[in-house]
Structure formats: C-alpha cells, structure tokens
C-alpha cells in the first residue's frame, strides 16, 4: 500500500500528457494557464508546503537548502526565458526520491542527496524535476484529469500527507478517490518523464555539468532493482523508468562535447551534512567518518573531515575537534562553512567573544550569506544583543524578504527589545509566509490593541489585515 501511495502522490503532483515526440515540445503556456492559473498554482503548492512543514518533514538546515536553492537557480537560468519563483527544500526522508509540487516547489529526499555519486547526478534530478515545472505538466495533468476542483486534488494530496501519521487511514482515503483510473495515468506519465528528461539534459548542459550526470543516476537505479527484490527504490516507483527511457536519455545526452566536469567542495560539504544528520545518534556519525577516514574510503577528504568535525562538535567533543578544525581553515581559510564550525567549537569552550567575532569577520567576507547572517543573528541575541542582530536582519530582509525564518528570528529580537507591536508585525509576516493565514492576523490583531501603537503603524496593521482576510475568504 505505502508503494500505491507513492505512485498517487507522483500522479497528483507531477500530471499526465497525451505522447508527444520529444523534438517538438510545444510551448504551453498560455493555453495551460488558461486551465490552471499561475495564483491557482501557487497557492495549491503553499498549502500542499503548510502540511509538510507541520508534519515537520521538511529539513531546517539552512546551509542545505542554500546550496540546493543555488544549484536549482544555476539550472533555471539557462532558459533564457522569464521565470517565475522556485523553492527548492529537502525533506528528511532517507528514502531515494525528488518530486515537484504546484508552483515551483521541488523537493529532494535526503536519501537520494546520499545516494548521488556526483554533484552532475544531484543536479540531473533537479533539472528533471524542473523540466516537470517548466513543460507545465501541473496545469495539463488538471486539464487531463477533467477539470477537477482545485478543492478535491487539495484534498487527495491531504489524504497522501496523512500517510506520513497513519498509512492506513490514508490507504482508504486514497482507495475511495482513486476509482479504477489508475492504469490510465500510469500510460501518460511513461511520456511525461520523457519530456521532463529531455528539456533537463539541456539546462544541464547549459549550466555546465556533465549531461550525462541524468542518465547516469537513472542507470544506477535501475541496475540497483536487481538488488532490492520488492523494496523498488521510491525514485523508480515515482518516476518510472523504462529502457526505452533510458537509451533516449542515454542518446540525448551523449549528443553533447564530453567534458570532465569535476565536483565543487560545497556539494561534498552538503553531503557530510546531511550524512551527519542522518544518524540516530551523533556518536554513529563519529563512528561512520572515523573509518571512512582510517580506510581512505572516500572521494573528497576534506568534506568526510568537515563531517567527522561537526559529528564531533554534536556529540559535544569540542577539543577533539579542534585539531581537525584547524586543518580544514588551513586548507580553505575563507569556507564560511569551516568559519562556523570553529565558531561552534568556540562557544561550546566559553570563548563566546572570539567566537562572535570569528562570525562577525567571516560575514564582512560574506554579507549575503543567509544562513550565516542567521546564525550568527541567532547567537546576538542569545547573548542580549538584539539591536544589533535586528540591524543585521532588517538588512538580509530587504535582500531575501521571503525567507519565513529571518522574520521569526527578527520577531524574538524585537521581543527582546520590547518592542511588541514590531514583534507582532513581525511574527504576522513569518506566519503569513508559512501559509498560517489565521495565525498572521491574530497577531495583526494582538498588534491593534496595544495602546502605544501610533496612528501610521494602526494604518499598516489595517492593511495587512485586509489582505489577509481577503486570502482568508478565498
């Protein structure tokens, strides 16, 4: 059942075309959008967002979801056409898959993270995945299906959600809606993840990986089902794989010049990363890098350095982790990343001046940086700093004003300086951000009633309460 579930949730998220060759890929976006509008799309995804990040399934390590922000970005812009705003998130499921949600949110599984053998393979998925967005396959699998209300597809992706707390509850769920049509959609998906192939090989290439980085991964997969028996790996069940599928891919990408196209540190950063906290127990992850580093088993030592490093630090071993923290800025003395986890180290040793300033340099270096800015904002105001940290964050706000955590952290240092009614103003739009509709305006109101608040602020809370109750009656 849980694999059923699996293939629903692909059929609902990702949609159905009628076989098209894939040298005449059409351009579909007005008749689609005529079907299903971009707010409609947009506002599908946030919610279908809402309920994974209340289910607390998506990561929040910032530096992660940077990176694969970044690598998404790097792609989306060799299409040389206007684009509309993607989020890129990985959601802590070591499970092997991706999958592209309504309005341009694409998620990866740590699984497949630790299953990419190449930075190429990591972005092979993601061009795959907005080839999906790009070729509007949302908005043509809504015309497919016969128009249904936007209510009903809400509500069977609400049903495969509720797999994560009860799979059985959610298996009648699903069993009542599905009705036999199945087999249907599993013939128009064959096609479906040809087309997503083919326009991602091309921003592949154009964004300067090896194209063969797609097909590659997709090849492993496929040998590796010899070796799972019935535990097919969820990549495969999601995004069916055929060996006509394969050989076009295969073909596609080969078309291209051949070039070695070597991995940047930062993916094997993120993968130590994500490694480590894929562990049950920091003490495992210590473990796990202290023998990949005595047997040389690896293929970046400085990034399996930097995660025994940092299981180190989770395990609270602080001066064990020094000597090989040394090493890493001694080899790269301007990686924010190393920066932080000195700064870690130092806090965790009572050098909390050292360590703020150690950020506070790092972030001259780096001032756009976001998780570093919120990190080290983070720290500001855990230590009675926040008009400092509030500063720093107005700033990164102007910057990435859609970042939900900048307005929470912003929120707390207001709260710090008593300022209540920017705090709730603040609180209003992180909550706002997240899709909390009722929640923004209940903090608009606890905002209204406060008797300090003057006459321009009153017009600003009234505004942002219109809006949001006008999202509310939608």
Same mark, same amino acid.
């Given at each position: 059942?849980?694999?059923?579930?699996?293939?629903?949730?692909?059929?609902?998220?990702?949609?159905?075309?009628?076989?098209?060759?894939?040298?005449?890929?059409?351009?579909?976006?007005?008749?689609?959008?005529?079907?299903?509008?971009?707010?409609?799309?947009?506002? +599908?995804?946030?919610?279908?967002?809402?309920?994974?990040?209340?289910?607390?399934?998506?990561?929040?390590?910032?530096?992660?979801?940077?990176?694969?922000?970044?690598?998404? #970005?790097?792609?989306?812009?060799?299409?040389?056409?206007?684009?509309?705003?993607?989020?890129?998130?990985?959601?802590?499921?070591?499970?092997?898959?991706?999958?592209?949600?309504?309005?341009?949110?694409?998620?990866?599984?740590?699984?497949?993270?630790?299953?990419?053998?190449?930075?190429?393979?990591?972005?092979?998925?993601?061009?795959?995945?907005?080839?999906?967005?790009? @070729?509007?396959?949302?908005?043509?699998?809504?015309? &497919?299906?016969?128009?249904?209300?936007?209510?009903?597809?809400?509500?069977?992706?609400?049903?495969?959600?509720?797999?994560?707390?009860?799979?059985?509850?959610?298996?009648?769920?699903?069993?009542?809606?599905?009705?036999?049509?199945?087999?249907?959609?599993?013939?128009?998906?064959?096609?479906?993840?040809?087309?997503?192939?083919?326009?991602?090989?091309?921003?592949?290439?154009?964004?300067?990986?090896?194209?063969?980085?797609?097909?590659?991964?997709?090849?492993?997969? #496929? @040998?590796?089902?010899?070796?799972?028996?019935?535990?097919?790996?969820?990549?495969?069940?999601?995004?069916? +794989?055929?060996?006509?599928?394969?050989?076009?891919?295969?073909?596609?990408?080969?078309?291209?010049?051949?070039?070695?196209?070597?991995?940047?540190?930062?993916?094997?950063?993120?993968?130590?990363?994500?490694?480590?906290?894929?562990?049950?127990?920091?003490?495992?992850?210590?473990?796990?890098?202290?023998?990949?580093?005595?047997?040389?088993?690896?293929?970046?030592?400085?990034?399996?350095? #930097?995660?025994?490093?940092?299981? +180190?630090?989770?395990?609270?071993?602080?001066?064990?982790?020094?000597?090989?923290?040394?090493? +890493?800025?001694?080899?790269?003395?301007?990686?924010?990343?190393?920066?932080?986890?000195?700064?870690?180290?130092?806090?965790?040793?009572?050098?909390?001046?050292?360590?703020?300033?150690?950020?506070?340099?790092?972030?001259?270096?780096?001032?756009?940086?976001?998780?570093?800015?919120?990190?080290?904002?983070? /720290?500001?105001?855990?230590?009675?700093?926040?008009?400092?940290?509030?500063?720093?964050?107005?700033?990164?706000?102007?910057?990435?004003?859609?970042?939900?955590?900048? /307005?929470?952290?912003?929120?707390?240092?207001?709260?710090?300086? &008593?300022?209540?009614?920017?705090?709730?103003?603040?609180?209003?739009?992180?909550?706002?951000?997240?899709?909390?509709?009722?929640?923004?305006?209940?903090?608009?109101?606890?905002?209204?009633?406060?008797?300090?608040?003057?006459?321009?602020?009153?017009?600003?809370?009234?505004?942002?309460?219109?809006?949001?109750?006008?999202?509310?009656?939608?």
């Amino acid at each position: 059942m849980r694999k059923l579930l699996i293939f629903v949730i692909f059929f609902l998220i990702l949609g159905f075309i009628c076989p098209l060759k894939a040298a005449e890929l059409p351009d579909l976006g007005n008749s689609s959008s005529a079907v299903l509008t971009p707010v409609q799309e947009s506002e +599908l995804g946030r919610s279908i967002m809402k309920e994974l990040q209340r289910a607390q399934a998506i990561s929040d390590d910032a530096y992660v979801s940077e990176y694969l922000q970044g690598l998404g #970005y790097r792609l989306i812009a060799t299409q040389g056409q206007a684009q509309s705003d993607y989020q890129f998130f990985v959601v802590k499921d070591r499970s092997i898959n991706a999958f592209a949600l309504p309005g341009g949110f694409i998620g990866v599984n740590v699984g497949l993270i630790l299953a990419t053998d190449s930075e190429s393979e990591l972005a092979g998925v993601l061009a795959h995945e907005i080839g999906h967005v790009q @070729q509007k396959h949302i908005a043509r699998m809504y015309e &497919h299906m016969g128009r249904l209300r936007l209510s009903t597809i809400a509500g069977m992706i609400a049903a495969v959600v509720l797999a994560t707390q009860n799979a059985q509850a959610a298996s009648g769920a699903m069993a009542a809606t599905l009705a036999g049509s199945q087999q249907a959609l599993i013939n128009f998906t064959r096609e479906h993840e040809k087309e997503a192939d083919y326009v991602g090989i091309q921003a592949l290439t154009k964004a300067g990986f090896d194209p063969m980085g797609m097909p590659s991964f997709f090849h492993r997969m #496929y @040998q590796d089902t010899r070796f799972y028996g019935n535990h097919t790996p969820d990549y495969l069940l999601t995004h069916p +794989l055929t060996e006509s599928r394969l050989m076009a891919a295969q073909t596609r990408a080969k078309s291209f010049p051949y070039k070695q196209i070597p991995d940047s540190l930062q993916y094997h950063l993120m993968q130590a990363r994500v490694t480590v906290n894929s562990f049950s127990s920091a003490q495992e992850a210590t473990n796990y890098f202290a023998k990949k580093l005595q047997r040389g088993n690896y293929r970046s030592r400085t990034g399996t350095l #930097y995660g025994y490093t940092l299981a +180190l630090l989770e395990e609270g071993k602080a001066a064990q982790a020094k000597p090989y923290l040394d090493e +890493l800025l001694e080899t790269s003395p301007n990686q924010p990343l190393f920066q932080l986890a000195y700064a870690q180290m130092e806090m965790m040793t009572e050098q909390r001046q050292q360590a703020l300033s150690r950020l506070a340099n790092t972030l001259q270096n780096h001032p756009n940086n976001y998780p570093l800015t919120f990190t080290y904002c983070e /720290w500001l105001i855990k230590n009675g700093d926040a008009t400092k940290a509030a500063r720093l964050l107005q700033q990164q706000i102007l910057r990435k004003p859609i970042r939900p955590p900048l /307005w929470n952290l912003l929120s707390a240092a207001y709260s710090q300086l &008593h300022q209540p009614i920017q705090s709730h103003l603040a609180q209003a739009q992180f909550l706002k951000l997240k899709g909390d509709y009722t929640g923004a305006a209940t903090q608009l109101r606890l905002a209204k009633k406060l008797s300090s608040a003057s006459p321009q602020e009153q017009r600003q809370i009234d505004a942002e309460l219109k809006e949001i109750q006008s999202k509310l009656s939608t």
